[in-house]
């Protein structure tokens, strides 16, 4: 059976690369910020997903990014519950 696409799971990776650019790039100084490119890649997450998946996405991005902080208040920052603490 041939793969989809070309790792068998591009859609996958480009929503993690995606969503980790976006919270890399919610970091900078505001005056730094790309919000027009920012803007669009919010746009490409969206795409064909529920928010909460978008969400969870940017939330597991920002506990990448910021291994000591703490998991369930990312998740709370991102309007997600306990349930997926």
Wanted: hydrophobic residues 40%; proline residues 6%; negative net charge.
């Amino acid at each position: 059976m041939p793969k989809k696409g070309i790792t068998g799971h591009d859609e996958w990776v480009l929503t993690e690369a995606l969503a980790t650019a976006l919270v890399a790039l919610e970091q900078l100084a505001t005056k730094h910020q790309p919000q027009a490119h920012m803007e669009d890649i919010r746009k490409l997450l969206a795409n064909g997903k529920e928010p909460a998946t978008v969400s969870l996405h940017l939330a597991q991005a920002k506990c990448r990014l910021f291994p000591d902080q703490d998991p369930l208040e990312i998740y709370r920052e991102y309007g997600i519950g306990d349930e997926y603490g």
